[in-house]
């Protein structure tokens, strides 16, 4: 019976195969009525369900048409960035060039991040990158940083969680409610984190990070830093140090440490007590108080020409000189230097898990991550044999296209 169910409906030969199956013991006997009685229900039920959802679709598509169509009340747009649908129709040329330039001015325009164990053994590096971290009056502040660890990633990983929590309580705790003091804000918030790390005890006590972050807003740029990571600014294609490295060969850090009564060796290159080749850090309590964890801080205005920042870790400044990490990354952000992100070394990377929303962004292969990426390898073709961490803020696309 089996065989000759090609010229029969679906229903009938549904019907044949339940009485084959029954007659031959597969199945108990069942009422054909019954089953066909359920799948008409069935077939009616889901009816009216796919009704119910086109419906409901119809009600859905006509009221997002309505918000698209209905005039904003003004230009302020959440999260400091303006859409296409606020733009419109029937503005003049000037309107439209002044929303360019707001787009282009609005915090950064991208940012790309990376994070390489190189030539290492371990991880010790660590990156923070928080977009909207905090508004105080009608500024919005993007945050960055880079943490170097040593004697472990420990350190460096408290800093990831706690650094700019500990910035935002002091933000907070600004009696003025315009400006911000951003020197006492970073001072008190590093202090706050070396007490943090050193709540873990004897554990930690020989453990430490560096750390360089930037805050930035459409209008400011202010980098902290302590330690020997580095910021540095390209502005209308020249190369401006945001930071200077905290080496204790450096005058005033070599008069600071000697005159709190330690001494630094050259043991294969300047350390505090022979140990140490950074004069601060967060941590270290065994070196203190000769290394501190008291941050300088720059706070810099921003200017049309202002193209990207670049924050990185000591991995890529000892062997890449400033104007050439400059250089690489304004070729790389002109669309000059093309390397799909794919490509990157799966056995030296290591980007930490709770920047998996970061590192989505290198997926999407845009220039500011190519750029960090670039840069990372290129250090590693360089000898580094450092962990490396690269972000790179992209500040304003135009003026890179025209600079040289």
Not at 46 to 53: A, D, M, S, T
Not at 97 to 114: A, D, F, W
Request: glycine share 6%.
């Amino acid at each position: 019976m089996i065989d000759n169910l090609k010229d029969t409906s679906p229903a009938a030969e549904r019907g044949c195969r339940l009485t084959a199956l029954m007659e031959s013991g597969g199945i108990a006997k069942v009422d054909l009525n019954e089953k066909h009685q359920n799948f008409a229900r069935q077939k009616r039920l889901n009816v009216r369900r796919l009704k119910k959802l086109s419906e409901n679709f119809r009600f859905y598509a006509a009221d997002y048409r309505y918000y698209k169509r209905k005039k904003p009340e003004n230009n302020s747009v959440t999260d400091g960035v303006i859409t296409v649908d606020q733009v419109q129709l029937g503005t003049t040329s000037s309107e439209v060039k002044t929303v360019r330039e707001r787009l282009q001015r609005v915090t950064c325009g991208s940012h790309g991040l990376i994070s390489l164990i190189g030539r290492r053994r371990e991880m010790e590096d660590a990156v923070t990158v928080k977009p909207g971290l905090l508004s105080k009056g009608n500024r919005k502040y993007d945050f960055f940083g880079v943490y170097d660890g040593h004697g472990g990633s420990r350190a460096a990983h408290v800093c990831r969680e706690w650094l700019h929590r500990l910035v935002i309580e002091e933000v907070v705790e600004e009696e003025d409610e315009e400006s911000i003091n951003w020197e006492k804000v970073m001072r008190e918030s590093f202090v706050k984190m070396d007490e943090e790390v050193e709540k873990n005890g004897a554990e930690m006590a020989t453990m430490g990070s560096t750390a360089v972050v930037a805050m930035v807003s459409e209008e400011e740029v202010i980098v902290a830093n302590c330690g020997d990571s580095r910021a540095v600014l390209s502005r209308g294609g020249v190369t401006v140090p945001l930071s200077i490295d905290h080496k204790p060969d450096r005058p005033d850090e070599l008069d600071r440490i000697e005159n709190s009564g330690g001494k630094v060796i050259n043991w294969n290159g300047h350390r505090v007590l022979g140990v140490l080749a950074t004069s601060r850090s967060i941590g270290d309590t065994y070196l203190k108080p000769y290394v501190i964890p008291d941050p300088e801080v720059k706070v810099s205005k921003r200017t049309d020409a202002d193209e990207f920042l670049i924050l990185a870790s000591d991995g890529l400044w000892d062997v890449i000189p400033n104007d050439v990490a400059c250089d690489v990354t304004r070729r790389c952000l002109n669309g000059q230097m093309k390397r799909p992100c794919s490509q990157q070394s799966k056995s030296h990377s290591k980007i930490n898990e709770k920047d998996e929303q970061t590192s989505d962004e290198v997926k999407k292969e845009n220039l500011a991550a190519q750029a960090a990426s670039f840069l990372a390898e290129l250090a590693i073709a360089r000898g580094s044999e450092d962990n490396i961490s690269v972000i790179v803020i992209e500040l304003n696309r135009s003026v890179c296209s025209t600079s040289k």
